[in-house]
């Protein structure tokens, strides 16, 4: 059974930087594809970011192009999500999930393609 840990939220002034990383373990992540999803209070859970299971394909939603990269190291099990210039609008808790790469559609970040889901952590951008 997938497992996934997310870790490295925080609070951070607007402007700054912060990594998140999703530690898999259980199985191998190199056969799933990893998304970045966030869910604001009193919003729905929405899609950050995406990678393929070999890291060759990458998705971002518009509101997070240019700020944020998301990236994975197969052989540490582990996915990141590194968010520069964030901005109060960002502040959320931040998930992340696997899709088995057999069936996820490439670049999607649909919620119902995601199997699996860590428990989250918090990011808040405030001054």
């Known amino acids: 059974q997938l497992q996934l840990v997310e870790s490295g939220g925080g609070l951070v002034q607007p402007g700054g930087s912060l990594r998140l990383s999703c530690a898999a373990s259980?199985?191998?992540?190199?056969?799933?594809?990893i998304g970045w999803f966030r869910q604001a209070p009193g919003m729905e859970r929405e899609g950050v970011s995406c990678i393929s299971g070999s890291g060759g394909s990458t998705n971002y939603a518009d509101s997070v192009k240019g700020r944020f990269t998301i990236s994975r190291d197969n052989a540490k099990n582990t996915a990141y999500l590194q968010m520069n210039n964030l901005k109060p609008e960002d502040t959320a808790v931040y998930y992340c999930?696997?899709?088995?790469?057999?069936?996820?559609?490439?670049?999607?970040?649909?919620?119902?393609?995601?199997?699996?889901w860590g428990q989250g952590t918090q990011v808040t951008v405030s001054s």
């Open positions: 999930a696997a899709a088995d790469g057999s069936s996820w559609n490439p670049g999607s970040m649909w919620l119902y393609e995601y199997d699996y």
């Open positions: 259980g199985v191998t992540l190199d056969y799933y594809a």
